[in-house]
């Protein structure tokens, strides 16, 4: 991994608002300091994406293994010289550095599971439309070959792990990371993203991540968010 191109990451205080904007959902708070870091709030009810992901998966998704990074990250930068920074400063200082591993674990997930919400909206999924319509044909030569290895990719994740879309250059890229990893550390902007940890899934799918994979981007995929980010905002 390559350190952070911090021009190629915009602040998550402007991709929450612009995901809830353009879902037409209560736009979420920006990220406080890591000291007092909670989860982003959720841009929608957490029963709003039944019953492709149930309610019962959200409140355990959202508030026990999202949350529990936050508290882990608040516990590990108390009363430390990092405690005033921002999650993606905490993100890039740590990327690499073997005495910062759990460090980098936290603040990674927290901002990895914050994009994952976003990536998505009551009823959503479908087809994009305009200029990231073209970039996808563009970069895959059409959308249902995006989507086929958008779900080869999300299966070729061996364990837990992200599926991303993101910008790479002037093309788009498919890319999977494993456990807490994430592509702003290669100077990467992601556009949407795809949780293939089994918590994301397994009380629903059970082991069926393939099928998870699929209805992201048939039925919750948020592509207004993924076209605010391919727009700069």
């Known amino acids: 991994m390559t350190k952070l191109n911090v021009s190629a990451t915009v602040s998550l205080a402007i991709l929450f608002v612009t995901a809830g904007l353009a879902a037409g959902a209560p736009a979420p708070a920006a990220p406080e300091a890591a000291t007092g870091y909670k989860p982003a709030p959720m841009p929608y009810p957490e029963n709003a994406l039944e019953p492709v992901i149930t309610e019962k998966t959200v409140q355990f998704h959202y508030g026990k293994h999202h949350k529990g990074y936050a508290d882990k990250l608040n516990d590990l930068v108390k009363g430390t010289p990092l405690a ?93 990371t494993g456990n807490a990893d994430t592509p702003i550390t290669q100077g990467l902007k992601p556009l949407i993203c795809l949780d293939v940890w089994e918590h994301a899934y397994y009380l ?30």
Not at 209 to 233: E, I, M, P, Y
Request: glycine fraction near 8%; hydrophobic fraction near 40%.
């Open 84 to 176: 005033d920074k921002k999650i993606e400063e905490l993100i890039t200082l740590s990327a690499n550095q073997p005495d910062k591993v759990a460090l980098f674990n936290n603040a990674a997930q927290v901002w990895n599971h914050d994009f994952f919400w976003a990536s998505m909206k009551p009823g959503g999924g479908g087809t994009p439309t305009g200029k990231l319509a073209d970039m996808i044909k563009e970069s895959f030569g059409s959308f249902e070959e995006f989507k086929k290895q958008f779900i080869d990719t999300a299966m070729s994740q061996f364990g837990s792990g992200w599926t991303w879309l993101v910008i790479d250059g002037k093309n788009l890229k498919i890319l999977k």
């Open 204 to 233: 629903d799918y059970q082991n069926r991540r393939k099928d998870f994979a699929t209805v992201f981007l048939d039925k919750l995929v948020n592509w207004d968010f993924a076209a605010a980010r391919l727009a700069g905002k």
